[in-house]
Each structure stands twice: as C-alpha cells, then as structure tokens.
C-alpha cells in the first residue's frame, strides 16, 4: 500500500479539519504540534515540537511524504534549508513569502497587474507622514510580517496619529506597509486550489464579515455580486495562484469596491485552507480541506459545485459558555440543518473555537440559512438562547463593525 | 470541558467512519479493535483486544462515556452483564438481540404486524422438509446467528437438496430459520437513527443492488418506488426502531414486492451504520455515521434532507489491484465529482475495501452520477480505465446477480 503521510506543521483548527478529510480518502495525517493540548491532538496522529526549530522540522519531515502548513510562522529561512535538502514542501518558500510579507505581496500584485489599493513601504515616521499625504488620510499602517486577525493593523487618521506610531518603527522590519484605508462596501475572499502539476479550481467568491477583525459569517457565494466582479475576483486569484507558485488552497481577501476598477482590490493573501472555506466543508462537493490534501498530494482537484444555492457559515468564538457541548442538545434541536464543528479548544474570550455552516437549498432559503447559522452559534458561545427566542437573531449592530479595516 | 469519549466495539470500516463525524462535533472515539492493522486504526485511537473476552469488554467499557458497536458479534450474555453493571451500551442487548438472531427478528416483525415472508424455525432436516412443503419450493436457509453478506445462507429448490443440509443441524443452534424465497423485484433499504430518549430521524428508502450476497449499489432514494411503499417501508423502519428499543442507526433491509402487500416484505436488520447508507455521507445533510453519534450520545438528531435529487453510492471490492493509491490520480481525474472513500485495508479478492458517492443535483443527473461512480469504483480496483473508453461503464451483466437472496 501505498497511501502517503501528510504532514503538517502546526496544530490549530485548520490542520485538526484536514483529518477527516485525510481518513475519507485513506490518506495519513501526521501533525507538529505545538503543545499536546491543542486543536489538532485530538483528531490526528501528533508529536509535539516547535517549528522555529530548524532540528525539529527537518526530523519531522523525515516522517512524512510531504509537508504542509496549518499557518505561515514557520521561518523562511528554514524552509530553504529544508527545500534544499529536497523535502516536499507544498507550498513552498518560494510561495510563502507573499504570504508571509505584506510588502512582497503588494509588489507582486503590482507585478501581475492585480488591482491593488494606494501603498507604499515607509521606514520612518516622516516617510509614513510623506505617504499618507500623498495617499489621502487615513491610512491603514500594517507591519510586514507577524500579524493575523487584526493584529499588526493600525488605522491612522491624521499626520498627527502617524507621530504616535514611532514605537512601530522600531519592531526590526525593515519598513512597514502603509497602505490606503480603501471605502469598500464588503468584504470578499476568493478561493483557488492548485497542484504542483499546475492544475487548478477556484471556488465561488463569498461574502465575509469581519467583527473587530475577525472572519465571523461568510455567505457563499456573495449575494448580488456583480457577475463581472465574481469573474474577475476568480481570475485574480487564479493569477496569484499561478503567479506565485502557490500550491495547496490559496485565498485571496479581497475589497468590494463597486465601480472602482474590476470592482474589487487585493486585502491579502493566505496560502492554506482559510476561515472563509469552511463553508465548503458542507457546501460544496469538495470541501476546502480535502482540496488541500488533494493538492499537496498532486491529485487531480475535485469539483467545487455547490450542493445549494447558498451556504452560510458563522463561526463562535469563546464566550459566557465554557462547557460548549452542554449547549449542543439546545443548539441542534432548534437547528436539525445546522452543521456544527468543534475545534476541541478550550473556551477563551473571543478564541476562534467552532463554526456552524447552514446550506440554503434555494435562493430564498438564504435568510433562513443565516438565521440558523447565527442562532445555532449563538446558543452555543452563551450556553442558552437568546431572550428573543426562538430566533436567536443576533443584536442588530452585531455585524455592523465590518466597516474597519483589517 | 465535558465533550464525551464514545467506544465504539470493532474496528472495521464502520467504527473507521464514525471517526471525520466524531472529530467535527468535537466528540472523541475510542475503539476497541480485533488487531494493529484493521481499518480503524489509523483513523482514531485504538486498543487492541478480543470483543469476545468479557474482562476486555469491561475495561473498555470504564475507559468511556458510552459503547456502541461495529458489528453485531459480541456475546449477547456479556453485554447483559455490561448492562447489568451500568455500562452505557447503545443499541443495549435486548435491542441487540433482533439484529443477532434471525428467528427472534422473524418473531418480532410478526408482532408487530410487519411483512415477513413466510417462515418457520426447524431443527431437523424432517422439519425443514415439512416446512418446504408448505412454504412452497424454493426457500431459503439461514443459521439464526453469525451470517453475513451471505454467508449462513442457503437457498434450497427441493426437499431433496434440504437432505444435504444435515450437517447445518449439527452447528449447534437449536433451530435453523427457513424462509419463503421471495419473488422481488428488487432489494431495498429503509435506514433510521432513534436516540435513547426516543426521537427518530427516517431516511429516504433506497435501492440496494446486491452481486453475490454483497451489497454493491445503491441509488438513494430508490428511483421510481411507489410513494405508499416508501412511506410504508419508512413507516416499518420506524416501528421496528421504536418495537425493539433501537437506539442508534437502524437498517432495515427489505425485498421489493409490488402488489403484494405493502410493496415489500423485511429481509434483515443491522444495528449500526449500513453500507447501504454510505451514501448519506455525502449526499444528505447529516450522514449517517455522523446520525449515529449523535444518536448514542443522545444529542438531537440532524436532518435527513438530501443534497441531491438522487445520490448513488458504488463499493469497490479487492480486485486486480493491490495498490489502490496508485489509481487515485486516474479515477479522479476522469470524475472530479467522485468522493472516493478508502477504509485503509488491505486489498483481498472480494473485501469491502471502499466506496464511491457521486450526487446527482438533478433528477435528469442520475445516469451520469451512476456513470461516474461505478466508473471510478472500476479504476480504483482495476488498476486501470475500462477497454470501452472513457465511461468506463461496468459489463452489461455485472449487477443481474441481484436476484439471488441473500
């Protein structure tokens, strides 16, 4: 026999839900884990170590057929070493770094032609000050490297707000990444797979709502969307896919801005299975996740047909309830269509620790879908319903922070 | 954090299965398998022992929240004293035994008023003379306990074949079942989950076709039945579940018999997730092993609703090809909508060692999507495309064995 062993560095949500898919298809999963505790530990066969260790990476890639990632910390500089020493690394380092350095992915979406917001790279405060002006305040300043989920993004709305930020100039980048705060009407992410054989499948361009900078209700595909945008938006990430060499998924956050340009810009890039898929787990004949073994694995990609007209996905994050499962009886029996996934994480305040995904069967089924989706999360991050049953609507402002920029 | 640990007793491909569903709802799976290398074992923590070795069982049971099975094979008398000893056992022994024994199932159908065909219990070659006589030749013999996938089973044309049977007396059981041979038109299968507190969830009635006693293909829901005998059959599913205790999935195998009675007469039942309802997996929103666990743990139930207007389920069985990995690359690429599921066993002529799901959204989609599956179910276990490229369409006479009972 030979089914190959995947492995994957880091242990989070994201490589926990790559097990199931790795089990339907016979395939094995081997993960480096950073503690024995984490997502992963329960799902799949783990070691623990830590992945800045370059000793670490190399012993484990001897176990394995090939490596891919649960995030992008793991150092570049290790990873060359490990490409050079002729692991399969999928993506690999040549790719990642657009997906680690906000600066080379802005260069590189110049480079392809890809519709970008104003940027510029600043090394000090003065060069931040020149490029607001010249951009037009406010500006968003985001480090280079290091942040995920709204941290390494300030907002700054004046040259006066820049002076705050000297501190920033002092974390070691070599400059920092001063880009337009872009007026856009949502939030969008486009999903692509591809092989290291080049093929590739792109998913429908969704709708994301980010709540204080966090992906947290996803509607695929994106309601009303202009079909030219969707197209583009498809083609966009096709072109970074192939552009950069990514391998595995890749999604591209993007800016909807009607009437601007191709109707969208680039926000960022990930280069693995992301919070705006998981909606395909349950949504799509090929979920992201088996996309992603499927890719790393260099076997032909799967259809991304949808199995409805909508799916909608809402994820919990850690709240009043620390005992979620003592939710589940209420949550699932007002719900019987929603598709409830558990990280097996602890419950801390505002931690990513499940999701619920709804498909809406018919277009008009979408409200519905959503209702379901926001209730059954809700009744699992509180522990009860909500006091407006039997809805559990979310509060109406709940989604209305969507406006600030990650 | 109280998310529980279920045991699950066997470590085939049905306890394999339960482990992608157990991982999603956050819910941990422990199994207790009959060596190292059965199919479970690379898909969630196993140990290692023998389900017929009380002592074992009762080890296994204190490491758990609740035990549940692979197969119907453990010793009835250990469950009672597992029961006795307060173990959470789901189905229990006096659901159990229904699914263990032939002749006590036989005699509860008749109680509760559900179509059986005609049967007697025999314990001399005389009796089952005298009872053929009645019951009209052909008919049809079957040990009480230990058969499956057609094994135990004997079809017999004549009294005079019923007295080469004289060493079936001697295995021990203190009567044989005999059974009418059914004139069906086709085999069907009526599947519902029941939890301990007594709620169930039905699915559609689907088309089983058989090829030498195993199950082979199937067309979820069946197409063209008689709306009353689907609603029959269902109905029947449900009576049995709620009659005998049931609690987890139930399959309810049954003969096709238009214009005889309801439509249909019960062959089998099985206390567990059935093969032929893999294709819920992937073709309904909560599949079945996914029902199951929510069932044992008594957690509400999920809905049924399908994906699809049809979904068709293919196994592949060991064939030609021992490297069935080596195969992926051409099935998948030939049909991408394929979910390929592999249980991670060794290839032997014959042996359940995977399934194929293909859905088919529309109605007009069901040739395709029965193309599709048996086509890719072909490469996997061939090794190769068929000669008449590219449907890779099965020979004309593969499924017409179904008229065999089993």
Redesign the interface.
């Known amino acids: 026999?030979?089914?190959?062993v995947i492995g994957v560095v880091g242990g989070g949500q994201l490589a926990?839900m790559m097990?199931?898919?790795a089990?339907?298809?016979?395939v094995?999963l081997r993960v480096l884990a950073e503690g024995a505790d984490v997502s992963a530990t329960?799902?799949a066969p783990c070691v623990v170590g830590d992945y800045r260790d370059l000793e670490t990476l190399k012993d484990f890639a001897a176990t394995v057929d090939v490596v891919t990632f649960d995030h992008e910390h793991v150092p570049a500089e290790h990873l060359r070493v490990l490409e050079a020493a002729g692991v399969n690394l999928q993506p690999g380092p040549e790719a990642l770094q657009y997906a680690q350095d906000k600066l080379l992915m802005r260069q590189a979406c110049d480079r392809l032609g890809l519709p970008n917001p104003e940027w510029a790279a600043v090394a000090t405060v003065a060069e931040l000050v020149a490029a607001g002006d010249r951009i037009g305040w406010p500006v968003v300043l985001k480090t280079p490297r290091g942040g995920y989920d709204g941290k390494g993004v300030r907002v700054l709305d004046s040259a006066a707000q820049a002076e705050d930020c000297r501190d920033w100039f002092a974390l070691g980048f070599e400059a920092l990444l001063v880009e337009q705060k872009v007026d856009f009407s949502r939030e969008l992410s486009a999903q692509v797979a591809r092989t290291p054989s080049g093929t590739t499948?792109s998913y429908p361009v969704v709708e994301s709502v980010q709540t204080d900078g966090v992906c947290d209700l996803v509607t695929a595909p994106a309601p009303g969307i202009d079909p030219r945008t969707a197209q583009a938006a498809e083609e966009a990430a096709v072109t970074l896919a192939e552009g950069l060499g990514v391998t595995g998924m890749l999604a591209v956050e993007l800016f909807e801005t009607p009437g601007v340009g191709p109707g969208f810009m680039v926000n960022e890039l990930a280069m693995r299975p992301h919070n705006s898929g998981h909606w395909s787990?349950?949504g799509a004949?090929?979920g992201q996740f088996e996309q992603h073994v499927?890719a790393v694995l260099d076997?032909?990609?799967?259809?991304t047909?949808t199995?409805?007209a909508f799916t909608v996905m809402k994820n919990y994050l850690g709240g009043a309830n620390e005992?979620?499962?003592?939710a589940?009886?209420t949550a699932?029996?007002a719900y019987?269509?929603a598709?409830?996934?558990?990280?097996?994480k602890?419950v801390r305040p505002g931690r990513k620790i499940?999701h619920v995904n709804v498909?809406a069967?018919l277009a008009e089924d979408l409200d519905a879908a959503r209702e379901a989706a926001e209730g059954a999360a809700a009744i699992i991050r509180d522990g009860h319903r909500a006091q407006n049953e039997p809805g559990a609507q979310p509060a109406p402002d709940e989604h209305d922070e969507h406006q600030e920029q990650r």
Chains 1, 2 share one sequence.
């Open positions: 026999m030979t089914f190959p926990r097990a199931p898919a089990t339907a298809l016979g094995r329960t799902a499948a787990m349950d004949v090929t499927r076997l032909p990609l799967g259809s047909d199995l409805g005992d979620l499962y003592s589940f009886p699932m029996a019987p269509e598709k409830v996934h558990a990280y097996g602890s499940g498909v069967p």
